[in-house]
T-cell receptor, first 110, second 114 residues
Framework: KQEVTQIPAALSVPEGENLVLNCSFTDSAIYNLQWFRQDPGKGLTSLLLIQSSQREQTSGRLNASLDKSSGRSTLYIAASQPGDSATYLCAVETGNQFYFGTGTSLTVIP | DGGITQSPKYLFRKEGQNVTLSCEQNLNHDAMYWYRQDPGQGLRLIYYSQIVNDFQKGDIAEGYSVSREKKESFPLTVTSAQKNPTAFYLC?????????????FGDGTRLSIL
């Protein structure tokens, strides 16, 4: 069964710093990997989706990479802002299901 | 605006009671999903549906039931057989499974036991 791990569970950085969030998965037979943002008490908002044939995707200050063979993905956030504070989750689509990590809780300190 | 609407936002269940969580989407998506989120755990799939009148069990379907009579609607019933129902429930949809389309989520329903 696919297992998705996100490390660290929590991260605090000063405003303006660049940062990297990590996601690893055990089964490399994935269709895609998706990064989400979740604000407290809210649903998930899709940030980026990387198909299995792709290496990276970019949206504004966000860049996500995928190394399927090693079972790893990173989400790079440039010039962090207090508004980036949230929990970030990754999910992989394997077989006919999506598997989610437990998330990294990010706090950007003004 | 297109999106997914979950209601109610908060729900309380008494012992032995069945409760139904609503999920409606106007995105014209084929597939819909129900997830359960517990503190410190990732989202776990309860049920999913790819087309009307068809649905499949996820990893934790016991104590739950669903129906898909309309493309727009995918209600989840938490039955009295679910002994630990307290959680945050999220509904999601996508255009078509396996076609590399992102999932869209509602704002969730928080269920608690009275």
């Amino acid at each position: 069964k696919q297992e998705v791990t996100q490390i660290p569970a929590a991260l605090s950085v000063p405003e303006g710093e660049n940062l990297v969030l990590n996601c690893s998965f055990t089964d490399s037979a994935i269709y895609n990997l998706q990064w989400f943002r979740q604000d407290p008490g809210k649903g998930l908002t899709s940030l980026l989706l990387i198909q299995s044939s792709q290496r990276e995707q970019t949206s504004g200050r966000l860049n996500a990479s995928l190394d399927k063979s090693s079972g790893r993905s990173t989400l790079y956030i440039a010039a962090s802002q207090p508004g980036d504070s949230a929990t970030y989750l990754c999910a992989v689509e394997t077989g006919n299901q999506f598997y989610f990590g437990t998330g990294t809780s990010l706090t950007v300190i003004p | 605006d297109g999106g997914i609407t979950q209601s109610p936002k908060y729900l309380f269940r008494k012992e032995g009671q069945n409760v139904t969580l609503s999920c409606e989407q106007n995105l014209n998506h084929d597939a819909m999903y129900w997830y359960r989120q517990d503190p410190g755990q990732g989202l776990r799939l309860i049920y999913y549906s790819q087309i009307v009148n068809d649905f499949q069990k996820g990893d934790i379907a016991e104590g739950y039931s669903v129906s898909r009579e309309k493309k727009e609607s995918f209600p989840l019933t938490v039955t009295s057989a679910q002994k630990n129902p307290t959680a945050f429930y999220l509904c999601a949809s996508s255009t078509y499974r396996g076609r590399n389309q992102p999932q869209h989520f509602g704002d969730g329903t928080r269920l608690s036991i009275l």
